[in-house]
């Protein structure tokens, strides 16, 4: 027997129990690992209250990003063997595979080995937020060197991971914060310019850094009430691209007049756009799928994607206690629960 966190009911982390579940084998073309580091979403509170892009079916299991053992492999897995240290990575329907537990089982095509020089608790903290990232400025956006990318909710995981892969290629970055309390944090992290968005007006500045043309690329997990200044931000035929909406609560009407006279392609994005997801009808880009991985190893690999860790809690009985923080909306960086 094994312990597996699930929910019964739908709710806040309180709702959260440990079962004894038996110990399965994995079948054709999954993998079992043994648990020993798991990270925080924001996708898992969603997903307990039935606000994500799934419905749980109760009782349910939860979690994305795991990092652990290989201890048990099914038939037609070639690339992973007994022993392996692995990290999960976004190519699955959570409602097929939740990992918060001693075990998990995964699809061998969900996992990546863990970079050598990587803790577990590093191990479980890069992937969502890189994968992310990457199909999102790279494959939609198509930034390139010489353009401008405005990356809002720039110190969140995703807000992060944007800035080191925007870095990397050699775009200039210009981040958003709502009060410059964590200026400093963004500048540190590689942005060109920090906006506090409740203190300077959005779109002015960004036209000011821009000398008139605007952010090339926006990725933007905010939406809501910044929404008319990211379209007047936008450069003429830019993308904005939307993969979040923290501001639930102002969600108004869309600014189709600055649309038509900017152009902008304005994009509604996921990640399993590109990964898959078969609970919801996406199949996946397997040579888009390929180069993130071979981009987001890459950089982990040299050094130029950082994995930033804001708190660990120990033992899957605080995992509770972890999901609690997160909501409290106090992190700058990923919460990891040691196993």
Same mark, same amino acid.
């Given at each position: 027997?094994v312990?597996?966190a699930?929910f019964?009911q739908?709710?806040?982390?309180d709702?959260?129990q440990f079962d004894e579940?038996?110990?399965?084998?994995?079948? !054709?073309?999954?993998v079992? @690992?043994?648990?020993?580091a $798991?990270?925080?979403?924001? %996708? +898992?509170l969603?997903w $307990?209250?039935?606000?994500y892009v799934e419905?749980?079916e109760l009782?349910?299991k939860l979690?994305y990003?795991?990092?652990?053992?290989?201890e048990?492999?099914?038939?037609?897995v070639? !690339?992973?063997v007994?022993?392996?240290?692995? &990290?999960?990575i976004?190519?699955? &329907?959570?409602?097929d595979?939740?990992n918060?537990g001693?075990?998990?089982?995964l699809?061998a095509?969900g996992l $990546?080995?863990?970079?050598?020089n990587?803790?577990?608790a590093?191990g479980?903290?890069?992937a969502?937020s890189?994968?992310?990232?990457y199909f999102?400025?790279?494959?939609l956006?198509?930034?390139?060197?010489?353009?401008t990318v405005l990356i809002?909710?720039?110190?969140?995981t995703?807000?992060?991971a944007?800035?080191?892969?925007?870095?990397?290629i050699?775009?200039k970055?210009i981040?958003?914060t709502?009060?410059s309390?964590?200026?400093?944090?963004?500048l540190?992290?590689?942005?060109?310019?920090?906006?506090a968005? =409740?203190e300077?007006d959005l779109?002015?500045?960004?036209m000011?850094i821009?000398n008139?043309?605007?952010a090339d690329?926006?990725?933007?997990? @905010?939406a809501?009430?910044l929404s008319?200044?990211?379209?007047q931000a936008?450069a003429?035929r830019?993308?904005?691209?939307v993969?979040g909406i923290l +501001?639930m !609560?102002?969600? *108004?009407?869309f600014p189709?007049?600055? %649309?038509?006279i900017?152009?902008?392609?304005?994009?509604?994005?996921?990640?399993?756009d590109?990964? *898959?997801?078969?609970?919801?009808?996406?199949?996946?880009?397997?040579a888009?799928f390929?180069?993130?991985?071979q981009?987001?190893?890459?950089?982990?690999?040299e050094g130029?994607?950082?994995v930033?860790?804001?708190? =660990?809690?120990q033992g899957l009985?605080?995992l509770?206690?972890a999901?609690?923080?997160?909501?409290?909306?106090q992190?700058?960086?990923?919460?990891?629960?040691?196993?």
């Amino acid at each position: 027997m094994v312990k597996i966190a699930r929910f019964h009911q739908f709710g806040d982390p309180d709702v959260l129990q440990f079962d004894e579940l038996p110990l399965n084998d994995p079948g !054709e073309g999954e993998v079992r @690992v043994r648990v020993s580091a $798991m990270s925080l979403n924001r %996708a +898992d509170l969603l997903w $307990m209250e039935n606000n994500y892009v799934e419905t749980p079916e109760l009782p349910s299991k939860l979690g994305y990003e795991i990092a652990g053992t290989v201890e048990a492999i099914g038939s037609k897995v070639t !690339e992973l063997v007994i022993g392996d240290r692995v &990290s999960s990575i976004p190519a699955f &329907s959570i409602s097929d595979y939740g990992n918060f537990g001693e075990t998990a089982i995964l699809p061998a095509r969900g996992l $990546m080995k863990t970079p050598d020089n990587f803790s577990f608790a590093e191990g479980s903290s890069f992937a969502f937020s890189y994968f992310t990232g990457y199909f999102a400025l790279l494959e939609l956006g198509q930034l390139q060197a010489y353009q401008t990318v405005l990356i809002t909710a720039g110190t969140s995981t995703t807000g992060l991971a944007a800035i080191a892969i925007a870095k990397k290629i050699g775009a200039k970055i210009i981040a958003t914060t709502r009060t410059s309390k964590k200026r400093q944090i963004l500048l540190d992290a590689g942005a060109d310019y920090v906006v506090a968005t =409740e203190e300077e007006d959005l779109a002015s500045r960004v036209m000011e850094i821009t000398n008139g043309h605007g952010a090339d690329v926006i990725y933007d997990a @905010v939406a809501g009430a910044l929404s008319e200044q990211l379209s007047q931000a936008v450069a003429i035929r830019g993308h904005w691209i939307v993969y979040g909406i923290l +501001d639930m !609560e102002n969600i *108004g009407s869309f600014p189709w007049m600055t %649309a038509f006279i900017r152009s902008f392609r304005f994009h509604i994005y996921k990640v399993f756009d590109f990964t *898959g997801n078969r609970h919801l009808g996406l199949p996946a880009d397997e040579a888009a799928f390929n180069r993130a991985k071979q981009f987001i190893a890459a950089g982990l690999a040299e050094g130029s994607f950082p994995v930033i860790i804001d708190r =660990e809690f120990q033992g899957l009985e605080n995992l509770v206690d972890a999901m609690k923080y997160m909501a409290s909306n106090q992190a700058s960086g990923k919460i990891v629960i040691t196993v």
